[in-house]
Nanobody, 115 residues
Framework: QVQFVESGGGLVQPGGSLRLSCAGS????????MGWYRQAPGKQRELVAK???????TYVDAVKGRFTISRDNAKNMMFLQMNSLKPEDTAVYYC?????????WGQGTQVTVSS
């Protein structure tokens, strides 16, 4: 069974940085396209970044230039470095496959950007 555990969220001031981590079981990250998703209150979950099998990342325009997705194949983990955070980045962040996520989602990690 595929399972994900996200961590690293928190409260940060605008302009600050956070690094999110994702650990997976039942899946080999390096053999799959993986993504970071977020869901803000009252909004649908959206994909914000993905990393392909070769290690190349792609991003939605809203986070391009500020977020960096990466992967540690040896540890089977994935990361999201978030810089220059804005209040509109406030959301619960999840990791999962892309473009078709697995049915089982982790609990997510809350990111709150506020002064």
């Amino acid at each position: 069974q595929v399972q994900f555990v996200e961590s690293g969220g928190g409260l940060v001031q605008p302009g600050g940085s956070l690094r999110l981590s994702c650990a997976g079981s039942g899946i080999i990250f390096s053999k799959n396209i993986m993504g970071w998703y977020r869901q803000a209150p009252g909004k649908q979950r959206e994909l914000v970044a993905k990393i392909d099998v070769g290690g190349s990342g792609t991003y939605v325009d809203a986070v391009k230039g500020r977020f960096t997705i990466s992967r540690d194949n040896a540890k089977n983990m994935m990361f999201l470095q978030m810089n220059s955070l804005k209040p509109e980045d406030t959301a619960v962040y999840y990791c999962n496959g892309s473009p078709l996520p697995w049915a089982s989602w982790g609990q997510g990690t809350q990111v709150t950007v506020s002064s």
